[in-house]
């Protein structure tokens, strides 16, 4: 079983910036997912098992940049300008099998999820 660790998550204000890192016990490409109470879970970021592909939810796109240390099996989700609406559970993902631009965001290619960390955005 391949097991995901997320931390960084807290509570900042409108315009701050958080750093999230999801620790793998594996090299995978990986994806970012974010769930807020009443809503569906939705796609951030993602990015391939090397560090060269990587893909971004319009939402966030230009705000959020995702990056990885191959050595240590580290992804992170560099989060900047938040805004409330960023507020949700955010999730790591790993997916075995290799993905591009059309595919990253789809759930059913991650096989493993983490157990998530809280980010709240106030106003």
């Known amino acids: 079983q391949v097991q995901l660790v997320e931390s960084g998550g807290g509570l900042v204000q409108a315009g701050a910036s958080l750093r999230l890192s999801c620790a793998a016990s594996?090299?995978?490409?990986m994806g970012w997912f974010r769930q807020a109470p009443g809503k569906e879970r939705e796609f951030v970021a993602a990015i391939s098992s090397l560090g060269y592909g990587t893909y971004y939810a319009d939402s966030v796109k230009g705000r959020f940049a995702i990056s990885r240390d191959n050595a240590k099996n580290t992804v992170i989700l560099q989060m900047n300008r938040l805004k409330p609406e960023d507020t949700a559970v955010y999730y790591c993902?790993?997916?075995?099998?290799?993905?591009?631009?059309?595919?990253?965001?789809?759930?059913?290619?991650?096989?493993?999820w983490g157990q998530g960390t809280q980010v709240t955005v106030s106003s």
């Open positions: 993902a790993a997916a075995p099998r290799s993905f591009d631009g059309s595919s990253a965001s789809v759930f059913s290619r991650y096989d493993y």
């Open positions: 594996g090299r995978y490409a």
